[in-house]
């Protein structure tokens, strides 16, 4: 697990009211979600949203150790961010892909510390992860060779999604060419927490997928439906409706917080 000091990895806070964080997804940054429209809760009042860019992508520095970029090491990350940031508040954490994974995993150690989850889009695991790996593995050999920008331009596929808008602009991965075969090598060597784990989360969890996303399976979103006792599934089908999503995850933490009551954990 990772022991390095958090206090460097760049971050920034809006707005005022309900606790918020929020994290992206692998290779991903705040600003590439910025500029993909990947801002989970662009443009909604009522919410202080800490985002933060994971170790080794946007402006946070990073690492060519693969430890570093595991699921439970970016868990510990976001445990010392979330203290920095509000201290014993409990918080709403807003996730996507990557950034699920790590709510999920940080959840499972500190289930007090969330009053609701919104995990967007989960990424492979268990047993929907093997192919995924290999994948990894492969990436992390061809960046070492090509570097990230020839690497995306050689691999770049069209979106197999509906809901994928494909006139989204196309943006390089935000992590360095040094560090970004690390990310990958330790994306591929960990996993979802446990089924039995996930099962006992209490708190109220809204899931957002979309369907046939090979990276990003529909199959995990309704696995984790059934396991989750407080748990939604809303499935978007076309771009309109992923264009919704900062609405609808800001209208579910304020009806599960409607007194602003997330307070200590």
């Known amino acids: 697990m990772s022991t390095a000091d958090t206090s460097d990895l760049a971050r920034s806070v809006r707005g005022d009211g309900l606790p918020v964080v929020q994290l992206h997804g692998l290779s991903s940054s705040r600003r590439r979600e910025d500029l993909t429209g990947g801002d989970l809760t662009a443009g909604q009042p009522g919410l202080r949203v800490l985002r933060y860019d994971a170790r080794g992508h946007g402006h946070s520095p990073g690492s060519a ?51 609701t989850l919104t995990l967007a889009i989960p990424p492979t695991a268990w047993q929907w992860r093997r192919d995924q790996r290999r994948l990894y593995e492969l990436g992390a050999r061809q960046i070492e060779r090509w570097g990230v920008a020839r690497w995306s331009e050689l691999t770049r596929r069209p979106p197999t999604s509906p809901a994928i808008d494909p006139d989204a602009p196309v943006t390089l991965p ?72 900062p609405s609808v995850v800001a209208d579910f933490i304020k009806d599960r917080d409607p007194d602003g009551l997330s307070g200590p954990s």
């Open 65 to 115: 150790d693969p430890a570093d970029y595991t699921w439970p090491a970016q868990a510990e990350d976001l445990r010392r961010q979330l203290d920095e940031v509000f201290g014993d508040q409990r918080v709403h954490g807003v996730g996507r892909s990557m950034g699920t994974a790590t709510l999920l995993t940080a959840a499972t150690v500190e289930p007090a510390r969330f009053a």
């Open 174 to 245: 935000d992590v360095a060419d040094d560090w970004l075969p690390a990310a990958f090598r330790g994306a591929a060597a960990t996993d979802l927490p446990p089924r039995e784990a996930i099962a006992r989360l209490s708190m109220p969890v809204l899931l957002l997928a979309w369907p046939q996303d090979a990276s990003h399976p529909l199959e995990v979103a309704r696995e984790l439906a059934e396991l989750l006792p407080d748990a939604r599934l809303e499935v978007a089908r076309s771009p309109g409706e992923v264009a919704q999503w």
